[in-house]
């Protein structure tokens, strides 16, 4: 390994170090502050170590992995939303019985799966960097060992996630038997010149669809989604909702800057009813719902369903728009996740609607900062989803994609209904709060990280040029 | 010697995945539908290992080797949901897991 | 210096942030200065800006401070900048200034409210609005500011919300001026649409090379324009909204409904003119617009009783002035009447707080009576203001921002005889309601004691302003009178494109001084009117309300000339009518559909939700079966 792709790589092995720093640790002293201690420190110093990865890049680490920009500013936020999620975690576990280090452990883990997979250009690093993500993740959302739903939601997501990545790794053995190549770059040129088995190709591709889109919870594979949303403990499912999903979206991007948006007709049409059909499904079924987090959960696939929209439409500056909107749907899906666990209290999770019955009088902060998380989700002007929405618009009539635009819409529509119903609940009187599910101590830490996010959401719906700059340095330097 | 054909192997890879995929859809036992899980992984890592037997390169066998390594993860972690699960519900039955829906 | 031109909105910004965020926390004092110290540095920022203006202006004399842009996607790339030009300037200053003063005024106003900070947040967002809306350098961000200032209102209006009356006013408000605004936004709409910019003086440009004068492209949206200034700034027909306003805080209803919101509208057309060069008609029914309704609210101003509203319908005369100078093309002279008005209306507003605060919010003015021995300096500040209001000759400054409307109201080539008429008449009727109120307040018998006087906070903005009103005219003469024309000669680059039009033949000193003469006989006699019948022998007045048909009169005059009666009939009601009739109505049988469908789709996709893994595990493996057919065998 040369000096350049070690220091390229050093970001990746920093947080694998962080994490075996955090069970050492753990095992000589156990203490929830120092494992968050460390666990942030290891997070500062690979994104540090970005900056010096970013002098040499890009640089091809054997052929599994590639440190380019795009792979170093998708690290930069996977590396973020970890961060914050710790700190949201640090109040969320302090309120509970039972170990806490094990989960600085296993974000770290995931975490350094996430970033794998961001970097990656080859289907077996991608398997291992996915793999580590998940594995990691089925622990993480089975944390709470006492709690059945908890448990029933770490199994739910064992059994489904595994099925998924079955077929991902059966169309990958079948593209390799085909084409002799797991490489990115290799198997989109082989496929170009043909001269293979196209409908072995095809299908496998379909298999391999499968397993990214199992991730990003797209209709049909989006049914475990609520459930696992649920169970969940809150910071475990800000996590799944943003770093996991915001990793599977690099790779898809990658793929899709490697095809060069050469895509077939038919395959567009898929995409396209997909992408409605997410849109319908996610929003239709939140609509009604008295769960926040499930609310929340089909609220997630009903904006990847938008985010499958900047693919389809974005044509030239899909990355970019792509990218927009990815961040600013992980920071509401980061606040809003985020405030239900510091809003949460001891016995019980805040989850039902009712419990934020009259929020706004009791929290005001944690009322206002939600509220603008939630406004940010339907896409109201001067926050970032905003700006998100706005690029979708813009690449759809650009063109011409009425079907689609017209999907936006309408489930903009339908969306508002269900954020303004949370909305509603908190400045309504309060009346029907059940007890047990209010924080009776403030979590500094995370109110704080909170604050941060609103901050960076209302700042990036006034003052997005700078962001956009940036992304575009990124996507358009691959 | 003569080889076996590359799409016999793939072939039977598909059938074991079919298998595994009806065990997980049709057996309700958890334990059941976790060997299931394991078939379905081994049947793609045995086509990878038919696949890299095609071209005469070693990455079909290394991915193998990754495959039956995070396996067995899965199941470790899956065991011990599944431990938990049987403390706290007295049932192996996947079904009666079902405390969220709707 | 003109860098700092982006301080003047971020200030009073900052204060509304900061009293937002921590206004309970910084305690009274703290508030005020806060509230009070944003805008009187944003005021003092915009004196230097002004000062650098005259010594040393820009090239062009306009000034772009492109802040930042919004959004970069594809052709939509809208800046957000601060456009400052002698208009936009004259207005800030009047905004910041006027404001200012009327901030400080409040801290002593307000004092005892338990809102404080909440008062004063929302002034403060207010100031910001209305910078941003005279500011803006592109139609979003005056649209941001136009919004804003109507929200402003309508919490300033309904502050004390606790009686619903105040509440309803507010509603009134919002729901009126919302009639303009839809009208101004379908204006916009075609502007950008048709000319393909979101820029402001770029829309002008090309206005000006592609519409023909008189097109039906330039009618129509001059027209839409017109709609939203009218709504804001309570013309004929939207002005029923504005007396009901005075439900508010008596400084709001200074600051917001009297000395700058209400004018946005004058603004509004002031800044597109070149759109209203290119069509006469709309001019002609800006000019007509102007003159029915100074004298409608002339009128009603006779009957009321109610200090405040005596001065809000003032205000719809007075703006009626403006848009009659518009409406002949006069654009400097409506804005320096603006600015005259928003000195002496201002002051009139304060000074009938002061005595409101010290009579223990009494607003009746046939229960004040006599309070001029009992506050002489409110007294005789309240006098300077009506003066001015009334065009009293030469020493006050309503005098010359009158007399300069009325002069070309009548020799503008878009100026008619009859015009000048309506304002003459005004100027009769103005001046006798202004001393109406003025006799029947302040002379005659005490009614009532003074519980508490005034302190210093509160009468030195009267002060300030009293002085404001007097000299604040003597920058723009007459031509008879020494050809001063410092005002409209600093507003002319601002109005270059009408210069043709400007170019006024001119009609020789005579018949300026006619008009003049006429105008100020107009006005004296009001004055001697007022007098006679509610000072020297108010007797006239009470035999004459025995009779039933004066009573009627009087009560049709009170109602604000019946339009609030007439809409009801006309829209209220029947909507209402409507609405009771057609409870369960076909259209919204269409929505009950709408959501029947989707709860019933909600149900039905929730069913598929059920919570078991292994049917999870079918729904994959069939959406991978479907994914496969579709991509094997397309």
Known sequence: MTEAQFVALSPLILVGLAALVVMLAASFKRSNGLALGLTLAGFAASLVSLAWAAKVAPVQVTPLILIDRLALFYLGLVFLTGAAVALLGHGYFEKRAGYRDEFYMLLLMATLGAGVLVATTHFAALFIGLELLTISLYALVGYTRTEPRSLEAGLKYLVLATVSTSFLLFGVALLYAELGTMEFGKMVDLIRQGGHRETLVNGAIALVGIGIGFKLALVPLHMWTPDVYEGAPAPVTAFVATVSKGAMTAVLLRLYLLVGGAIPDSVMTLLSVIAILSMFVGNLLALLQDNVKRILAYSSIAHLGYLLVAFIAGGNFAPEAVTYYLIAYMATSLGTFGMVSVISGREREAEELRDYAGLFWRRPFEAGVFAAMLMSLAGIPLTAGFIGKFYLLAAGVDMGAWVLLGSVVINSALGLFYYLRIVASMYAAETSAKPGAAAREVALLGSATLAALALCLIWLGVFPAGLITLIRSAVLGV | MTSVPMDHGLLLAGLLFAVGLAGVLVRRNILYVLMSLEIMMNSAALAFVVAGARWSQPDGQIVFIFIVTVAAAEVAVGLALVYQMFKRMKTLDADAASLMRG | ?634
Not at chain 3, 13 to 19: I, N, R, T
Not at chain 3, 277 to 302: D, E, K, Q, R
């Open chain 3, 1 to 634: 210096m003109l860098d700092l031109l982006w301080l003047i909105p971020a200030l009073p910004l900052a204060g509304f942030l900061v009293l937002l965020f921590a206004g309970e926390k910084l305690g009274k004092s703290g508030v005020a200065w806060v509230g009070a110290g944003s805008v009187g540095i944003s005021a003092l920022i915009a004196g230097l800006l002004k000062w650098t203006f005259l010594t040393s202006p820009p090239e062009g004399h306009h000034f772009t401070q492109a802040l930042w842009t919004w959004l970069d996607v594809g052709a939509f790339k809208p800046e957000i900048a601060l456009y400052l030009d002698p208009l936009s300037l004259v207005m800030t200053l009047v905004v910041t200034g006027v404001g200012f003063l009327i901030h400080l005024y409040s801290v002593g106003y307000m004092h005892d409210d338990e809102d404080y900070s909440r008062f004063f947040a929302c002034m403060n967002l207010f100031v910001f609005a209305m910078l941003i809306l005279v500011l803006a350098d592109n139609l979003l961000l005056l649209y941001v500011g136009w919004e804003g200032v109507g929200l402003c209102s309508y919490l300033l209006i309904g502050f004390w919300y606790k009686d619903p009356a105040n509440c309803k006013a507010a509603q009134k408000a919002f729901i009126v001026t919302r009639v303009g605004d839809t009208a101004m936004a379908l204006g916009f709409f075609l502007l950008v649409t048709q000319l393909g910019t979101l820029q402001v003086q770029d829309l002008l440009e090309r206005a000006a090379t592609r519409w023909e004068p008189g097109s039906g492209m330039a009618l129509a949206t001059a027209l839409l324009l017109l709609g939203g200034a009218v709504g804001k700034s309570g013309q004929l027909p939207l002005q029923t909204w504005l007396p009901d306003a005075m439900a508010g805080p008596t400084p709001v209803s200074a600051l917001i409904h009297a000395a700058t919101m209400v004018t946005a509208g004058v603004y509004l057309i002031a800044r597109t003119y070149v759109i209203y060069t290119l069509a006469p008609a709309a001019m002609a029914a800006v000019a007509v617009v102007g003159a029915l309704t100074l004298l409608i609210a002339g009128l009603a101003a006779f009957a009321q009783s109610d200090i405040k509203r005596v001065l809000a319908y003032s205000t719809i005369s007075q703006i009626g002035y403006m848009f009659l100078a518009l409406g002949v093309g006069a654009w400097s002279a409506a804005m320096f009447h603006f600015m005259t008005h928003a000195f002496f209306k201002a002051l009139l507003f304060l000074a009938a707080g002061s005595v409101i605060y010290a009579l223990h919010h009494e607003q009746n003015i046939f229960k004040m009576g006599g309070i001029r021995k009992q506050l002489p300096l409110t007294y005789r500040t309240f006098l300077i203001g009506a003066s001015s209001l009334a065009a009293i000759p030469f020493i006050t400054s309503g005098f010359y921002s009158k007399d300069a409307i009325l002069y070309q109201a009548f020799t503008s080539e878009h100026g008619h005889f009859l015009l000048w008429l309506a304002g003459a008449l005004g100027a009769l009727m103005t001046s006798a309601y202004t001393f109406r109120m003025v006799f029947i307040a302040f002379f005659g018998e005490p009614k009532t004691h003074v519980h508490h006087k005034p302190g210093w906070v509160m009468n030195f903005p009267l002060l300030a302003l009293a002085f404001l009103s007097t000299v604040g005219g003597f920058i723009e003469l007459p031509h008879f009178m020494g050809h001063a024309q410092f005002f409209a000669d600093f507003m002319a680059p601002s109005f270059a494109h009408a210069a043709g039009h400007a170019a006024e033949a001119h009609h020789g000193a005579g018949l300026e001084i006619g008009l003049m003469v006429v105008a100020m006989a107009l006005g004296l006699g009001g004055i001697a009117a007022a007098y006679v019948l509610f000072l020297a022998k108010p007797e006239i007045i009470e035999e004459k309300m025995k009779s039933e048909g004066n009573r009627k009169l009087h009560a049709f005059l009170f109602s604000g000339l019946g339009f609030d009666k007439l809409y009801d009939t006309l829209f209220v009601n029947p909507y209402c009518w409507i609405a009771r009739v057609n409870k369960r109505d076909i259209v919204d049988l269409g929505y009950s559909f709408l959501a029947a469908v989707g709860m019933l789709v909600h149900f039905l996709l929730g069913l598929t939700v059920t919570g078991r893994v292994r049917w999870y595990a079918a729904g994959i493996a069939a959406g991978c079966l479907i994914l496969m057919s579709v991509m094997v065998f397309t």
